[in-house]
């Protein structure tokens, strides 16, 4: 089945700093998506994004889908950022699967 | 629109007890997935369903049934429970394709 991987795995920020998060992919994709899991265990969908880019707020996304990659930007950052940030694929092969990486752990001090 | 619905939030077993975690959707979705996830881990895909009436095993199926007899309701059956199914479950759903959307999680403790 298809491989996700992220990087890096733990991340500590002050607050007002930048990061990039990424997420590497094995097979071609028809369905990319970016989660952020909060300190309460909450899954919030950030972007579908299975190719192309998009912002919101301080948050962008680009997904290179012939190079099987995808990065997560985040802009400013603050401390209501922290948490873990997942990325979830399915391949393109028919399988309805949604595979997630092991994420991206994000401290953000203040 | 209460979207993903998850019932309990919280529930202690014995060992060898049996359970089922409810998940109700009403966004009329076809597709729909029940994933755990262990401490500092990420998510496991146990099973998932593309409609009512068709199911299909994910990464981790062992322990663990479900059933699809309507569009909203997809729940998921413990019949032995084990320590090691001690996690927080997630229920999930989507159109065919689109975003994924998720419950609050169920947290699950077998003593």
């Known amino acids: 089945g298809i491989q996700v991987e992220q990087s890096p795995p733990d991340l500590i920020l002050q607050e007002g700093a930048n990061s990039t998060l990424r997420c590497n992919f094995s097979d071609s994709v028809n369905n990319l998506q970016w989660f952020h899991q909060n300190p309460w265990g909450q899954l919030i969908n950030l972007f579908y994004i299975p190719s192309g880019t998009k912002q919101n707020g301080r948050l962008s996304a680009t997904t290179v889908a012939t190079e099987r990659y995808s990065l997560l930007y985040i802009s400013s950052s603050q401390t209501t950022d922290s948490g873990v940030y997942f990325c979830?694929?399915?391949?393109?092969?028919?399988?309805?699967?949604?595979?997630f990486g092991k994420g991206t752990k994000l401290t953000v001090n203040p | 629109n209460a979207g993903v619905t998850q019932t309990p939030k919280f529930r202690i077993l014995k060992i060898g007890q049996s359970m089922t975690l409810q998940c109700a959707q009403d966004?009329?979705?076809?597709?729909m997935y029940w994933y755990r996830q262990d401490p500092g881990m990420g998510l496991k895909l146990i099973y998932y369903s593309v409609g009512a009436g068709i199911t299909d095993k994910g990464e981790v199926p062992n322990g663990y049934n479900v059933s699809r007899s309507t569009t909203e309701d997809f729940p998921l059956r413990l019949e032995l429970a084990a320590p090691s199914q001690t996690s927080v479950y997630f229920c999930a759903s989507r159109e065919n394709t689109g975003e994924l959307f998720f419950g609050e999680g169920s947290r699950l403790t077998v003593l």
């Open positions: 979830a694929v399915s391949d393109q092969g028919g399988s309805e699967k949604l595979v």
């Open positions: 966004m009329n979705h076809n597709y």
